[in-house]
């Protein structure tokens, strides 16, 4: 089977040598993702709640131009730089979900890229 990369227009270009999504036999592997504005390529780095939500969006970046939407994610990955910042990360994360929440873990981990706070990573599957 041929994996379908998902390269959306506005979306922030790679850092490295990944592609921001990838769709194969209807599921979607979404990369992690930073708080990355994707028309200029600046980090959103003002309080951990601005952070999260530039990833939220750039997330649903990926799942639109997937043809899917937030209810479809089924498994996410949250990487933190402190555990301390879990309950603001939750709020906005938590947010961005109508029904049920996809399974997730979440981790602080001794570094992420660019300095950044917040790495969100997860797997869709269309309806």
Known sequence: ????PIHPAGAAKPLAPYT????QNGVLYLSGQIALKGD?????MGS?????????ENIGLLLRAAGL???????M???LSD?????????VYGSYFKEVPPAR???AVKGLPRGVNVEISGIAVKS
């Open 69 to 75: 939407g937030f209810d479809d994610l089924v498994k």
């Open 105 to 107: 873990e979440a981790y």
């Open 48 to 56: 951990i709640e601005e952070e999260t939500t530039q990833v939220m």
């Open 77 to 79: 990955t949250v990487l």
């Open 1 to 4: 089977m041929k994996k379908n």
């Open 20 to 23: 921001p999504a990838i769709e």
């Open 40 to 44: 200029t390529g600046e980090l959103v």
């Open 83 to 91: 555990m301390s910042l879990y309950g603001a990360v939750n709020a």
